[in-house]
């Protein structure tokens, strides 16, 4: 659901641009007036159909809306459709897309069952071939992707850029005295590769639904800078993300940084945040960060936000962020089901506050807040449920966690309307 926040009307700023294809990935519509697409990838073995499928599965039910693999090698180009068959039988019909690099025209060829198997084909143009090669091994894809029905992604990158290209416009620049910096021919070069390679996908015989396109970098000021020029020059959808963003809260706040300017300004229509995970890590992480990036825009609604005070000398004791984080895991951990049974429940919003200043206040602006308190004030903790004070509860961390989870429940339960048959199977 798309909402409007003060100052910024999302419906209209999704999408500024006079005209943007609509293409269809899967049962996913992707611009065209739909809302901003969440996208991930699984860094999985594709061969390993088990490990595979359950990350997929993982990703959908995080919220990922599209998920990628990669299909470089035969084994993982034999194992889509068992993968995609699996995903199915479980009940999971979350559009998938096949990464290539180098040999995406021999494995699409070759394995017809796998072309058939995907929702869509990411091709880099930068790595396809080389020379007169290039065109006819890219030309390739673009056939298969006609055969079959598929809608592919033109996914120029920064670090496997064209480099004929980048040499061709290099000379120009010292021929012609241009004086642009190399970076400058950089990025002119991402988006006249996306564009030409665009035209040639066209001449190959796809339509304009069926392509999308996205010119990545790792650094924000020249992702702005090259989507910028991008949406101004071409009506295809794009896909937006850095595409190296980094670990942790640099890749976080990097790509926030790029990803929230170009998205608040209309530009995008699909995204996926490129965390480097920590060994072991959760993939989901990556998924949890586009729906956050878009909640946070007002653009999107994918589950209860939960506001909470970042602690200060009033707050010493620790029992509010515990009972933050434990209600921001509850809430996540309940999602996947609350989502097939409830109506809007991705709008409710939540409290958790530490001390008097700001508690009571930010807990009535939310459907149900709890204003705990600081250090020195009474041991007492009201709980406002739409604006209104509706208990005060008291107690051990414990306590409190569970007799707030039990108010979280009965909100849901009685706030929210029960979803029908019709509406979980539309």
């Known amino acids: ?29 992707v611009s065209g007036g ?48 068992e993968i995609k068959k699996r995903l199915l039988d479980a009940g999971c019909n979350v559009p998938i897309i096949g990464d290539f690099h180098y040999n995406g025209h021999v494995l699409l060829t070759k394995y017809p069952d796998c072309a058939a198997a995907l929702d869509k084909y990411r091709i880099n143009p930068g790595n396809v ?10 030309a390739t894809i673009c056939k298969v992707a006609v ?42 070069c991402m988006v006249l590769s996306a564009l030409e390679s665009t035209e040639l996908a066209l001449e190959s015989g796809l339509r304009n639904d069926q392509i999308i396109i996205s010119c990545k970098t790792s ?25 190296e963003a980094g670990m942790g809260m640099k890749g976080l706040v990097w790509s926030a940084a790029a990803l929230g300017v170009l998205l608040y300004e209309g530009i995008g229509d ?35 936000s939960v506001t909470a005070c970042p602690g200060c000398g009033r707050t010493t004791s620790t029992t509010f962020q515990e009972l933050a984080e434990s209600v921001q895991g509850y809430i996540r951990d309940m999602m996947p089901v609350w989502k097939t049974q409830y109506d809007g429940v991705e709008t409710m919003t939540l409290a958790v506050m530490g001390c008097i200043v700001n508690g009571p206040g930010e807990s009535k602006a939310a459907n149900i807040g709890i204003s705990l308190p600081g250090t020195g004030e ?15 509860l008291e ?14 429940d009965n909100y849901v339960s009685t706030k929210y309307p029960r979803k029908t048959a019709e509406t979980v199977s539309g």
């Open 378 to 392: 009474a041991p007492r903790c009201p709980v406002y449920i739409d604006g209104q004070k509706d208990v005060t």
């Open 270 to 304: 699909t995204i996926r945040i490129s965390l480097t995970p920590r060994p072991g890590g959760d993939r989901r992480e990556e998924v949890y960060a586009c729906c956050e990036l878009l909640q946070a825009l007002g653009m999107r609604s994918f589950a209860p």
């Open 147 to 188: 055969d079959h029905g598929k809608p592919v992604r033109i996914g120029v990158n920064g670090g496997s850029l064209n480099q004929e290209l980048v040499m061709r416009k290099m000379q120009e620049n010292t021929d012609k005295n241009l004086g642009k910096e190399s970076e400058e021919i950089i990025n002119d």
């Open 34 to 81: 739909a809302p901003i697409v969440v996208q991930s990838m699984t860094n999985t073995d594709t061969a390993d159909v088990k490990t595979t499928l359950q990350q997929t599965l993982e990703l959908a039910e995080a919220g990922s809306e599209l998920v990628r693999w990669t299909v470089n090698v035969p084994e993982a180009a034999a194992a889509v459709p």
């Open 129 to 138: 071939g080389a020379g007169q090669r290039r065109d006819e091994q890219f």
């Open 395 to 408: 107690g051990t961390y414990d306590e409190l966690a569970v007799a707030f989870q039990k108010l979280v």
């Open 219 to 243: 650094r924000p000021r020249d992702l702005i800078t090259v989507y910028r020029d991008l949406s101004a020059k071409t009506q295809q959808p794009l896909h937006l993300g850095l595409t």
């Open 1 to 29: 659901m798309l909402n409007q926040i003060s100052g910024f009307d999302a419906n209209a700023l999704r999408n500024p641009r006079k005209k943007t294809y609509g293409v269809k990935v899967g049962g996913i519509m």
